[in-house]
């Protein structure tokens, strides 16, 4: 998951060297579709996931003790980060609205938009 969005946020980050008649971020996004086929995997395991890992909290107290130590500052522990895929792929559409809406109709990249 972490590849996948660390290539998605690099190929959209290039975009922003290109000048924006030259832009073709719906060909970009296009070509990135395939990576999004791992957030659905990700997310048919993601409640087994989180009710095994309540349940490994509740029954194993050294378990728990070491998910406590393992918080870094930033305070996020490993529900924390189990979430935040989930979190990201729910902003993927709104991205996509934002770049509809900041398209110009006679753009080169509208239709594929």
Sequence with gaps: ILSVSEEITLSLENMINVPPHAQMIGAE???L???FG???Q???NYTQSTEFLQTARKTNK???KFLALQKGNDDMGLQEYLEAPCAR???????IKSVIK???KVHSD???I
Excluded: D
Aim: proline content about 7%; charged content about 15%.
């Design 29 to 31: 996004l296009i070509c």
């Design 33 to 35: 579709a395939e990576y």
């Design 38 to 40: 791992i957030y659905t």
């Design 42 to 44: 990700y997310a048919a």
């Design 62 to 64: 050294k378990f728990e």
């Design 89 to 95: 792929i729910l902003k993927y559409p709104f991205l």
């Design 102 to 104: 900041c398209t110009p």
């Design 110 to 112: 509208w239709s594929t």
